[in-house]
DNA sequence: GACAGCATACCAACTAGTCGGTTTAATAAC
DNA sequence: GTTATTAAACCGACTAGTTGGTATGCTGTC
């Protein structure tokens, strides 16, 4: 406990600029903007960083911390079949759109959209994120396709890439709008294609493969 | 051409906002940048432009003129199938991939992921131009619904925005891994899905509805 | 000479990062 | 148990540089 007392600036910290970033993007956020959300000052703030990147980056290793324990908690993540894992996952990201915005967006994506040409860093941690989360879903896509399509012409890893890039194009149009009706049919949309991917063999889905 | 010649500070200005906005974002980009990458000065810049977000409303404008010209001059566009119009703006979008990230990208998704929670006007300028060329599409893909699907249980518009995010999704990707590779098997599933979406009645895609 | 178009010099506000110093906490010596 | 020592955590005023925007001046055309 007392451990966890001293590390809490930086804690608060991390996660005060995952939402301010969110809301404002990179470059329009300031230290002071951060420092203030976190209510910590900013002689703390460069105690714990060196700089402003030093913190998105530590910033993105903490969000993907963040993000994958959320999706091994979540209840979907249970289920005995690959293709209700997969079809979860996306019900799942589906559910939790009635948040406000700031709270279902993606920081690596918004970060990336700003950075990939100015910061090579933030960048880099921006992609190696988004591919470690979408490798953890390749698995189960990789399962269903097993079971449900094994010839099928596409690969596994592709379809999570896929999945992932409806969800990044529906937060910006969740951000255009102001809302997160597009976002839902947008996902709608996705899971009758992921429906159509890994066909039921015949009418049971319970049914085991031989 | 007098006329022409008085304006090409503006015009200038205007695509070289189109461009710097697409590489650092909206924030990161100064007014001297876009003067630079315009070659003109900042005296003009403040003469024909209030402000940089006043710039920056011209700039959206003057990208969906740009936009729309594009994609009505492209060869897709003549088809007399909808389908085949449908499908060959996806491989329209596809086979411009092959650009530079900032040539290919859009720029109402960039500026509106970052400047949504803080500048109002420029998000609703981002939301009406995405909007419009939505609907613009979305006149194919109502014309292909009738042929080819007139009892669907979706909205041809939702599959304009399903379109649109999967592209701008694709961007993130784009810009992330710093290629085009998964953007463009993201483009193949899409149109696997909408090839699905619009089943030909029998073998043949020449073939009139009665 | 009036005016649009453009150029240069400039400013006030802001921002990332610094720096000297204070507080707190853990350990060790006594 | 008290005190000394050390190091990490923290503070907030300050700075050097940047930025959006302004004020003023110049030039050619009508």
Known sequence: MIKSVQHESKRKLLDAAQNVFRTKGYAATTVDDICEAAGVTKGSFFHHFKSKEGLTLDAAAHWSTWTEALFAAAPFHQAADPR?????????????LDRAVPDFTCLLGTLVQETYATHPAIRAACNKGMSSHIANL????????????????????S???????????????????????????????????????????RKSNRKEKP
């Open 159 to 201: 379809i999570g890439y896929f999945i992932q890039a409806v969800l990044q194009g529906s937060f910006i149009f969740a951000k255009a709008k102001d809302g997160s009706e597009v976002a839902r049919e947008n996902l709608s949309h996705l899971r009758r294609y992921l429906e159509g991917l890994f066909p039921h063999p």
């Open 84 to 96: 209700e894992r997969v079809l979860g996952y996306v019900d799942f990201r589906a559910a939790i």
């Open 138 to 157: 390749t698995c189960d896509i990789e399962a269903a396709k097993q079971r449900y399509a094994p010839d099928a012409p596409w690969s596994a890893e």
